[in-house]
């Protein structure tokens, strides 16, 4: 573990009144420094809240925000519950998966994209909407998606989820 | 008709209230200065009982009632706030969270002032990294100016408060999810009792509350129970943000005084329907309510009526669907959501549900049978109030009750070999 790993995970630890509460938090910055939460930082992780590299897996595999793989830099991540359905986020899916030539969980040869419909994003009011490395874009029809498409490309985001 | 004074909406959109200034301008923290200026403790929580507050969250259980059962055992307790909103429609918490942050914390601090808390948890949704920022920064400046830490407002009550992100999981939002959550597991439901005042966070006594309930007990405080009691049905009294979405003209959120029907909701706060169409359902209180109908529309929205209709107010979250809307297509994305919610723990949650979800699919694709319709109307028995917390309770009730209103929509899938709402399917029988 790089000492800067260490004395983070230490710090996050001090913030609860038992260590293993820092588990999440630390695997979002493990993930954050190394565009998903790797093997390393499974057993990272372990030591730092002290149990095993299995439960940490066990546990990690549970949340939906926790990439156990690399995915692409712009993460696109589409609602396809209900409100969103109901105001077209069906024809906005097919759209991005033709235009980037991905489906659902998949990320393109080039590292440049990952795609994934996800449940409910609160924001039923201005659907459909997305999310792009955890922020939010609203009332999208398949022209809105391409100008943030060229935006994304022109200013790509720092890769993978922040953490704080 | 006068619209009703927002309450804990008020000045959003207007005012930037995550400014401390701007909210120290607006009646801000007045509430815990009383509070812990001039009540004890079991004030305020006497203040809250007698209110009926009952939580927002989507179970409505009295506030007060839930802070009453914690243990007069001398033992620490820890309050929680549970900003882990997930439930389909329903978007409220998320304000609250990006627009009146410093709201959120005056309830929290009062809340914890009443039970005794020394330490209080926020559970913020992982997918709500903007919100969490925002609120990191409303938590630091009310810090500094004594509001949160040690002795506040120079009184001998301290409070750490801790933020805590999520991580991507809709399970975790049901209270003992959360604290399995926030103690770095999986989040899988314990079975209740015990109840988390008895053995919560860490297995010591915890409240767990609502975003929104939080909120509305800072306005309790300042105007007084009675004021709240007197809005709204006496046992289900209060204003309520209703999330209001689909296919409504003004999709929004609306904070209204419980009691109003749903007919008002939709025509004079949600602008009504979209042109030329006409109601086919409304689902009242999220993904986990049976759907009512236009014959419903005059029905009370507040926790009692709602359930007198075998529905529930629950969190809020008021999806409109029109003549466009296939209940099918519907039943299908909310029986998929349930599926993939799941945390797995209860076989018929995750072997009904799994099961659930590929029979409305097959349908929805114009590959079910009859068979499947037999089975969808019974598995009823087997899939609810047979598992360990809510979730898998609600797979069911929006299926089941669109099944028994348009029991065509769903036998034309099987005649036609797709859905008659969309183009005619080439080669049906």
Known sequence: MTPERLARGKELVARYPQAQSALIPFLQYCQEQDRYVTPRAIEDAAQIVGITPGEVESIASFYTLLFRQPVGRHIIQVCRTLSCMLRGAEALQDHIKRKLAIGHRESSADGQFYYEEVECLAACDRAPCLQHNLEFHYDLTPAAFDSLLERWRANPPSPAMPAE | ?429
Request: charged residues 20%; hydrophobic residues 40%.
């Open chain 2, 1 to 429: 008709m006068a619209r009703f004074e927002p309450v804990l909406m008020h000045g959003i959109g207007e005012l930037d209230l995550a400014d401390i200034a701007v909210y120290e301008r607006n009646g801000g923290f007045a509430g815990l200065r009383k509070a812990l200026k001039e009540m004890t403790p079991e004030a305020v929580a006497n203040e809250v009982s007698a209110s009926n507050l009952r939580g927002r969250g989507g179970a409505g259980f009295p506030t007060g009632k839930k802070w009453s059962f914690l243990p007069k055992d001398g033992r620490s307790r820890y309050l929680v706030c549970n900003c882990d909103e997930a439930e389909p429609g329903t978007f409220k918490d998320r304000m609250l969270l990006e627009r009146t942050p410093l709201q959120i914390i005056e309830g929290l601090v009062i809340s914890a002032y009443a039970i005794g808390a020394k330490t209080a948890f926020i559970y913020i949704r992982g997918e709500f990294l903007g919100g969490f920022r925002i609120f990191k920064e409303a938590l630091a400046a009310a810090r500094e100016r004594h509001y949160v830490g040690p002795k506040i407002l120079g009184t001998d009550f301290s409070l750490d408060v801790v933020i805590h992100r999520g991580a991507g999981a809709y399970i975790c939002g049901e209270e003992t999810a959360q604290l399995e959550s926030l103690e770095g597991k999986r989040g899988e439901p314990r079975l209740k009792p015990p109840f988390p005042a008895i053995s919560g966070l860490y297995g010591m006594p915890t409240v767990v509350n609502n975003v929104e309930t939080l909120g509305y007990v800072k306005h309790v405080i300042e105007r007084g129970a009675q004021w709240f009691a007197s809005i709204g049905p006496a046992r289900s009294p209060g204003p309520k943000i209703m999330s209001v979405s689909g296919h409504v003209r003004k999709p929004g959120n609306y904070e209204i005084p419980l009691g109003i029907s749903a007919r008002e909701l939709i025509e004079e706060y949600a602008g009504g329907l979209l042109p030329g169409r006409s109601l086919k359902a409304f689902q009242p209180g999220g993904a986990s309510s049976a759907a009512l109908f236009s014959e419903d529309l005059d029905a009370g929205i507040d926790f009692d009526s709602l359930g007198a209709k075998r529905t529930m107010l629950g969190s809020g979250g008021f999806v409109v669907m029109d003549d466009t809307a296939c209940m099918v297509r519907c039943a299908q994305t909310l029986t998929r959501f349930f599926e993939h919610e799941s945390c797995g723990q209860c076989t018929p949650c995750r072997e009904g549900g799994q099961w659930v979800a590929r029979m409305v699919a097959r349908l929805e694709a114009g590959e079910g049978s009859e068979q499947d319709l037999r089975v969808l109307g019974v598995i009823n028995n087997t899939i609810t109030g047979t598992n360990l917390c809510p979730l898998g309770d609600s797979i069911m009730p929006f299926l089941g009750s669109v099944l028994a209103r348009f029991p065509e929509e769903f036998a034309a899938h099987v005649a036609l070999g797709g859905c008659p709402l969309r183009a005619p399917i080439a080669g049906a029988a």
